[in-house]
């Protein structure tokens, strides 16, 4: 029956059956620090019932003045200090200069600094009032500024006077203009088209590279002649209506 149990190639015949010695115990290296850790009043405070502390003892009540800041002691040099200079002969009031007066003192001092302001009494009911607010005092014709013009209306009359000024000049500047009509636009632009293009073809038949200063001039000039003629078309394309003056009637508006 046991053969039949334990099979050729089965686990158990891998087990030794001879009951050697036991191996030794594992023991950690931190045994003190775990035993340490695992004391069993790590968690007191999780135990059931009242926490066992020291009662307080009777002559620890609340006493008269305990909370209150206590001054530093002083030693024996100090009371002496102390000691001097209250014995010391103090100079007369009216030498100390600096001497702090009390608040009653300084209050009869200011009181008496004081200039009474003018007031109306109204004896009947008895009621005061100061002369300045109840409009009984020339206040207002008092002012070094009394009687003129406000700064304010002399900037709203200045830019009044402006406008109108701008006004003038541009009805004067219409009437010294006419109007462009449509077909002299219409010349003006394919003149300046085809100026452009004249000079343009004069700048593509420039050498690739420039030796001479009188060739980089030329260049030069030629550019700013057509960056000129662009402006003045993108002008006469832009807007319908142009005004020139009577000066520039036979040239380019």
Known sequence: MSEAINAKGSVQDWISK?????????????????LLDQK??????????????????????????????????????????????????????HVRANYPLSPIKRGVIQTADVKPKPSHVDFAQTHKQLLQSAGLSPKYVMKKDFGQ??????????????????????????QATRQVSEDERKAALEG?????????????????????????ARKIHMEEQLTELEKHIRLLEKFKTIYISDADAGGCP
């Open 40 to 93: 069993p009043n790590k968690q007191a405070w999780k135990t059931m019932g009242p926490a066992k502390l020291e009662l307080p003892s009777p002559s620890n009540y609340l006493k008269k003045n305990a909370k209150r800041p206590k001054a530093p002691e002083r030693t024996g040099t100090e009371g002496i200090q102390k000691t001097s200079t209250i014995t010391a002969v103090r100079p007369p009031l």
């Open 149 to 174: 013009v406000p700064m304010y209306l002399q900037q709203r009359r200045a830019a009044e006077q402006q406008a109108r000024d701008d006004l003038e000049r541009l009805e004067k500047e219409k």
């Open 192 to 216: 300046l088209k085809k100026k452009w293009h004249e000079v343009h073809h004069e700048y593509q038949g420039l050498p690739f590279i420039l030796y001479t200063p009188s060739q980089k």
């Open 18 to 34: 001879d009951p050697g010695q036991k191996p030794p115990r594992y023991v950690p290296k931190r045994l003190a620090t775990i």
